[in-house]
């Protein structure tokens, strides 16, 4: 059984900043990709930024700027941090793992945390 568990999010004002995080935890035995994504209300889920093993990043080009990803792979975890927030930055962020959870297993699996609600407001 594997879990991804987000938390950080929170109710912040336009121009703040918002450190988001999501430990992966259970049966795993190497994770690869770990992403960011969210969704706002009445849209699709879009993706925000990815981080390989290795530390290299991907940004959606409406982030790039603002959001910074990062990892600790002996702690199975990524973090998101996002600076000068803006209202369009609403939504529930869900982080993704793309990982194994034995030697035996061949390619990888996508999972999924329940996501965080980061709401900016004035």
């Known amino acids: 059984q594997v879990q991804l568990v987000e938390s950080g999010g929170d109710l912040v004002q336009p121009g703040e900043s918002l450190r988001l995080s999501c430990a992966a935890s259970g049966s795993i035995f190497r994770i690869y990709t770990m992403g960011w994504y969210r969704q706002a209300p009445g849209q699709q889920r879009e993706l925000v930024a990815t981080i390989a093993r290795d530390g290299r990043t991907n940004y959606t080009d409406s982030v790039k700027g603002r959001f910074t990803i990062s990892r600790d792979n002996a702690k199975n975890m990524v973090f998101l941090h996002i600076d000068s927030l803006k209202a369009e930055d609403t939504a529930v962020y869900f982080c993704?793992?793309?990982?194994?959870?034995?030697?035996?297993?061949?390619?990888?699996?996508?999972?999924w945390g329940q996501g965080t609600q980061v709401t900016v407001s004035s």
């Open positions: 993704t793992a793309d990982l194994q959870i034995g030697a035996w297993m061949v390619g990888s699996r996508k999972y």
